[in-house]
């Protein structure tokens, strides 16, 4: 049953919009998250690894070509946003290295995760 749920559609679905909903949150509201201290570059690299795998999950049947380009084009287009839309945030060139980097390692795992699949499967 366990097996059932979490190659269901739905709840792949499901976890991908939660994700994008604690993003949207964490990059949109008001004023900075406080609990990471100055170290919010790993908030950023954890926000957009999250997103971007749970995106993946999400839109399986997407090529390769048109998906990774948009999450590595959102990346740094949310963070401007951030600082256009927020009158207390500003945008930081290194929250948009971090956000980038995030979706970068998420490429990187899911290309390391094919090439195990593929080679298991020989």
């Known amino acids: ?17 939660l994700c994008a909903a604690l993003v949207a949150y964490g990059i949109f509201r008001p004023t900075p ?3 990471l201290n100055q ?23 997407a090529r ?4 990774w380009p948009v999450l590595f084009g959102l990346a740094p ?3 401007y946003l951030q600082g256009e ?9 290194d929250d948009s290295y971090a956000n980038l980097a995030g979706v970068a390692i998420a490429l990187l795992l899911v290309v390391l995760l094919k090439v195990i699949v593929r080679f298991r499967n020989r």
Not at 1 to 17: E, Y
Not at 40 to 45: E, I, M, N, S
Not at 64 to 67: K, Q
Request: charged fraction near 15%.
């Open 77 to 79: 287009l949310l963070e």
């Open 85 to 93: 839309l927020r009158p207390l945030r500003v945008y930081s060139i």
């Open 1 to 17: 049953m366990s097996t059932r749920l979490f190659s269901s559609g739905w709840f792949r679905w499901g976890i991908f919009l």
């Open 33 to 35: 998250l406080q609990f």
């Open 64 to 67: 390769w070509f048109y998906f």
């Open 39 to 61: 170290s919010d570059k790993v908030g950023h690299v954890l926000a957009f690894l999250g997103l971007s795998l749970t995106a993946w999950m999400a839109f399986r049947q």
